[in-house]
Structure formats: structure tokens, C-alpha cells
């Protein structure tokens, strides 16, 4: 077969799709009959298929193209890095200036704490690697038996195998199993549980779980916990306020170290650098990866505190890890031209001060009072709406999941990208939205919620 750079019709990439591949997280079967969206340019927060339809991108891709797209500066900087130096690794006693240079910028964003970075190819290798640097900085500081992970219901840290189990999603447990040493406390989802709990004693009760399963297993034998800050795929689901400072009492106190997984909520999305700022607690390992380079190249990372790194290096020998695209210099320049983006153009606290609290003001000032919405969460740029069926018990639907499947689809006639999870429709749109693209978002929104609330017969 010949290939050219002339476009081919729709149904020809659709045909082509549907024979060769099995997409993440839908029934293929039924995606096949009815035929994939064929993106085929973007420009800031606009997308574009092969008919000729624009969207607007309210999920930033998957939570990670925190600049935009079209971004010349991301593009020249990885042209000039492919020139330079394509690829070397970080092997053989070797080192490049690319990867040298995006940790000193990185480390000099970061709180104090931190010191050391292991880079990987996205957010399920770092929470990959976390498993194994964890155990092994505990092997070194001389605790071998503390090997547990402990993760929540409904969190996400990745697909592999070690990720998906220790992440929460059950439906991703049946597929590829569990593992041993892993285990699981509830998450801190206040609108899920009817009750007479304030959202602050909620929160409260749900860290203590972490306590009690600590005590079931045995501090000796439990060597860290890993979280979101909110959830991210689970739903945007922010915890009550009392929720992170009670965690990191418990783990100070028990000696477990406090995993923050950043992968979604780093670089900007919440007005902070990172989450955990945003919510106030410290952690002691931090995993990154989607907002790192904007999604322009995959590149993923753990950041460890150090205490952790300095005792790997000066008493832990061989780390027996690597990677063949650790740190890759392409990655690695368009890393550092991204985060300087993010820096020198105030876009980080244009969202905390300006663009942030406008996304949030309207979404709450149009759908506080409507029919659907039970509850609006959110900060910066994220946001979720949770559907009710009735609002004053906080009484779900039983069908939610086909209900915001629905507002989905809808969005996407109306020329919007959000994103369903079981009762909650989330956007995350990327952090250099202007306000008349953030108004464009939520009339497109409003839109696709009022055609659901009618079929339900609310409006």
C-alpha cells in the first residue's frame, strides 16, 4: 500500500481503526459499529475531526495538555533537541544537558523536601517505580518487612498490572487480578454516602480507615500510602477539608510514607504547582507526568523527598531499576520549555487569581440551582457536576453511569469535550483558557445538561 499525505475519508480511518485496534476503557465491538472520531488538528483549546467539526476540549486530552495545543515554542524546542541529540540514555555512567537542566528547574519549583527525580514514559511507570523505590528505600533503612501498599477505593494510578491493582477500580481488578501486598480503605466521597455526617466529619471518619487498616496489618508491615489529592478519574472527587490533614497525621505517626499520585493534579491544574499545596499537606514521594510536557511528549517522573533519595544514594548501593527512555532528551527539552511556559507566563497564577475562580463562579452561578445538579466540586481548572436524582437526601440515580453517558454524548453534538464518570460530569480545560473560551465551555455544557435534565422529563 502506497502511503501519502493526502486525506483519506472518514469511513476509510474508521474501517482501519476498528481492524487493527482495541481502544482503552470502551466495548470495541460496539465502538466499531459506530465508528470512531477521527481527530485530525488542534489549535489552543479547539479540536478539530476529519468532517470539519470543532470541538472544544474540556478535558485538556486526558487532563494534559495544560498549554494548549499549537504550541510553537514546545514544537521548536523538540525540533532542536532532535537535531541535537535524539536520543541517548541515562546508562553507561551517562548524563545530557536536557534532562540536567529540567530537574534543576523542576527542583527549584518544588518545596525544599524534595531532591531527587527517577523520569519514566508516563503516570502508570512512575506509580510503577513507586512501588519498587518504596519497598527499597525501606529494605535500606533497614525495614525490610515494610512492603504493603495501601491505595483507596475508585483511585486510579495506572493499567499495568502493579497500578491497576493498586489503584481502586474493581472493574480493572476482574480483568488483570490482584496482587499481594496491596490493600484498600474507602474513598473520601461525601455525596455517595447518605448519612447525617457533616462533609468535615466525613472526612474525618474516612482517614481513620487508614489508621485501622495500619493497625490490621501492622505499621512494621506497611510501607506507604498513595492517593490523589481529588480523584481523578475516579470522578473529581475532592475530599472534605478535614481529610488530608488527619492522613498525614496517621502516616507521621505510624511511619508509612505519604504517596502523592500528581499525575493529574501537577503543574497548575488547581491554581498550586501541585495539589497536595492546594489541599496542605507535605507528601513524601510526589508522581507527575501529563501536565510535565503538556502531553506534547509522554514523559513521567517520581519525585522523592530527601530523606528518601539521600539515603538510596549513600546507603543503598545498586538501584537495580532503569529504563531505555528514562529521561529521553526530546522529553526532557520539551519538559523544560513547558514548565518555563508555565512559569514565565504567569499561567499557574493567572489560574489561582483570574481564569480559576471565573470557571468556578459560573459554573456554580448556572447550575446551582438546576434541576440535575446536586453538587458542583472543584478549583482552578477542574470541576465536576454530580447528578441527583434527589437533592435533598443526596439520593443517586440508579442508572447514573447511562445518564452522564448521555450528557456526554450530547456534549459532543454540541461541540464540547467532557467526560462521564458514573453519576459526575468533569471537565478539566487546559490552563491558558481565555474567559470567552471558559464562557464557550459552560453555555456548551449548559447545553448538554438541559437536553439530558429534558429527556428525564426535570425541565
Given at each position: 500500500?502506497?502511503?501519502?499525505?493526502?486525506?483519506r475519508?472518514?469511513?476509510?480511518?474508521?474501517?482501519?481503526?476498528?481492524?487493527?485496534?482495541?481502544?482503552?476503557?470502551?466495548?470495541?465491538?460496539?465502538?466499531?459499529?459506530?465508528?470512531?472520531?477521527?481527530?485530525?488538528?488542534?489549535?489552543?483549546?479547539?479540536?478539530?475531526?476529519?468532517?470539519?467539526?470543532?470541538?472544544?476540549?474540556?478535558?485538556?486530552?486526558?487532563?494534559?495538555?495544560?498549554?494548549?495545543?499549537?504550541?510553537?515554542?514546545?514544537?521548536?524546542?523538540?525540533?532542536?533537541?532532535?537535531?541535537?541529540?535524539?536520543?541517548?540514555?541515562?546508562?553507561?555512567?551517562?548524563?545530557?544537558?536536557?534532562?540536567?537542566?529540567?530537574?534543576?528547574?523542576?527542583?527549584?519549583?518544588?518545596?525544599?523536601?524534595?531532591?531527587?527525580?527517577?523520569?519514566?514514559?508516563?503516570?502508570s511507570?512512575?506509580?510503577?517505580?513507586?512501588?519498587?523505590?518504596?519497598?527499597?528505600?525501606?529494605?535500606?533503612?533497614?525495614?525490610?518487612?515494610?512492603r504493603?501498599?495501601?491505595?483507596?477505593?475508585?483511585?486510579?494510578?495506572?493499567?499495568?498490572?502493579?497500578?491497576?491493582?493498586?489503584?481502586?477500580?474493581?472493574?480493572?481488578?476482574?480483568?488483570?487480578?490482584?496482587?499481594?501486598?496491596i490493600?484498600?480503605?474507602?474513598?473520601?466521597?461525601?455525596?455517595?454516602?447518605?448519612?447525617?455526617?457533616?462533609?468535615?466529619?466525613?472526612?474525618?471518619?474516612?482517614?481513620?480507615?487508614?489508621?485501622?487498616?495500619?493497625?490490621?496489618?501492622?505499621?512494621?508491615?506497611?510501607?506507604?500510602?498513595?492517593?490523589?489529592?481529588?480523584?481523578?478519574?475516579?470522578?473529581?472527587?475532592?475530599?472534605?477539608?478535614?481529610?488530608?490533614?488527619?492522613?498525614?497525621?496517621?502516616?507521621?505517626?505510624?511511619?508509612?510514607?505519604?504517596?502523592?499520585?500528581?499525575?493529574?493534579?501537577?503543574?497548575?491544574?488547581?491554581?498550586?504547582?501541585?495539589?497536595?499545596?492546594?489541599?496542605?499537606?507535605?507528601?513524601?514521594?510526589?508522581?507527575?507526568?501529563?501536565?510535565?510536557?503538556?502531553?506534547?511528549v509522554?514523559?513521567?517522573?517520581?519525585?522523592?523527598?530527601?530523606?528518601?533519595?539521600?539515603?538510596?544514594?549513600?546507603?543503598?548501593?545498586?538501584?537495580?531499576?532503569?529504563?531505555?527512555?528514562?529521561?529521553?532528551?526530546?522529553?526532557?527539552?520539551?519538559?523544560?520549555?513547558?514548565?518555563?511556559?508555565?512559569?514565565?507566563?504567569?499561567?499557574?497564577?493567572?489560574?489561582?487569581?483570574?481564569?480559576?475562580?471565573?470557571?468556578?463562579?459560573?459554573?456554580?452561578?448556572?447550575?446551582?440551582?438546576?434541576?440535575?445538579?446536586?453538587?458542583?466540586?472543584?478549583?482552578?481548572?477542574?470541576?465536576?457536576?454530580?447528578?441527583?436524582?434527589?437533592?435533598?437526601?443526596?439520593?443517586?440515580?440508579?442508572n447514573?453511569?447511562?445518564?452522564?453517558w448521555?450528557?456526554r454524548?450530547?456534549?459532543?453534538?454540541?461541540?464540547v469535550?467532557?467526560?462521564?464518570?458514573?453519576?459526575?460530569?468533569?471537565?478539566?480545560?487546559?490552563?491558558?483558557?481565555?474567559?470567552?473560551?471558559?464562557?464557550?465551555l459552560?453555555?456548551?455544557?449548559?447545553?448538554?445538561?438541559?437536553?439530558?435534565?429534558?429527556?428525564l422529563?426535570?425541565?
Amino acid at each position: 500500500m502506497s502511503m501519502s499525505n493526502s486525506p483519506r475519508e472518514t469511513g476509510d480511518y474508521q474501517a482501519l481503526d476498528a481492524r487493527h485496534h482495541i481502544h482503552a476503557f470502551l466495548d470495541q465491538k460496539a465502538l466499531n459499529a459506530e465508528g470512531a472520531r477521527v481527530m485530525v488538528k488542534a489549535d489552543r483549546l479547539h479540536i478539530w475531526d476529519n468532517d470539519g467539526k470543532r470541538y472544544l476540549d474540556g478535558m485538556s486530552g486526558l487532563w494534559c495538555t495544560n498549554l494548549g495545543y499549537g504550541r510553537e515554542d514546545l514544537v521548536a524546542a523538540a525540533a532542536r533537541q532532535m537535531e541535537q541529540l535524539p536520543y541517548y540514555n541515562m546508562f553507561f555512567h551517562t548524563t545530557h544537558p536536557a534532562v540536567v537542566e529540567l530537574s534543576e528547574l523542576l527542583f527549584s519549583l518544588l518545596p525544599d523536601r524534595y531532591s531527587h527525580a527517577i523520569y519514566t514514559n508516563s503516570g502508570s511507570e512512575a506509580n510503577e517505580v513507586l512501588i519498587r523505590t518504596v519497598r527499597r528505600y525501606w529494605q535500606v533503612a533497614g525495614q525490610p518487612k515494610k512492603r504493603i501498599m495501601i491505595g483507596r477505593w475508585n483511585g486510579y494510578h495506572g493499567s499495568t498490572l502493579a497500578t491497576s491493582a493498586m489503584g481502586g477500580m474493581k472493574f480493572m481488578h476482574e480483568m488483570g487480578g490482584m496482587l499481594p501486598e496491596i490493600a484498600h480503605i474507602d474513598e473520601p466521597y461525601w455525596y455517595a454516602h447518605p448519612g447525617n455526617m457533616t462533609p468535615d466529619e466525613f472526612g474525618r471518619r474516612c482517614a481513620r480507615q487508614l489508621e485501622e487498616k495500619i493497625l490490621e496489618l501492622g505499621a512494621e508491615n506497611v510501607a506507604g500510602f498513595i492517593a490523589e489529592p481529588f480523584q481523578g478519574a475516579g470522578g473529581m472527587i475532592f475530599p472534605p477539608e478535614s481529610y488530608w490533614p488527619e492522613i498525614q497525621r496517621i502516616c507521621r505517626q505510624y511511619n508509612v510514607l505519604l504517596c502523592a499520585d500528581e499525575v493529574i493534579g501537577g503543574f497548575g491544574r488547581t491554581g498550586e504547582w501541585f495539589a497536595s499545596q492546594h489541599f496542605g499537606f507535605e507528601p513524601d514521594t510526589l508522581s507527575i507526568a501529563k501536565g510535565l510536557t503538556s502531553g506534547y511528549v509522554p514523559m513521567g517522573g517520581l519525585i522523592l523527598s530527601k530523606k528518601m533519595g539521600q539515603t538510596l544514594v549513600e546507603e543503598g548501593g545498586v538501584f537495580a531499576h532503569g529504563l531505555t527512555y528514562s529521561g529521553h532528551p526530546v522529553a526532557a527539552a520539551v519538559a523544560l520549555a513547558n514548565i518555563k511556559a508555565l512559569r514565565d507566563e504567569g499561567i499557574v497564577s493567572r489560574v489561582k487569581q483570574d481564569t480559576g475562580p471565573y470557571l468556578q463562579k459560573g459554573l456554580r452561578e448556572m447550575f446551582a440551582d438546576h434541576p440535575l445538579v446536586g453538587e458542583i466540586q472543584g478549583a482552578g481548572m477542574v470541576a465536576a457536576l454530580q447528578f441527583a436524582e434527589d437533592k435533598a437526601s443526596r439520593r443517586r440515580f440508579a442508572n447514573e453511569s447511562d445518564i452522564t453517558w448521555r450528557c456526554r454524548s450530547y456534549g459532543f453534538e454540541e461541540g464540547v469535550i467532557i467526560r462521564s464518570t458514573a453519576g459526575r460530569m468533569i471537565m478539566a480545560p487546559a490552563l491558558v483558557a481565555t474567559h470567552g473560551e471558559i464562557d464557550e465551555l459552560l453555555e456548551k455544557t449548559k447545553c448538554a445538561v438541559d437536553r439530558t435534565a429534558r429527556d428525564l422529563g426535570l425541565l
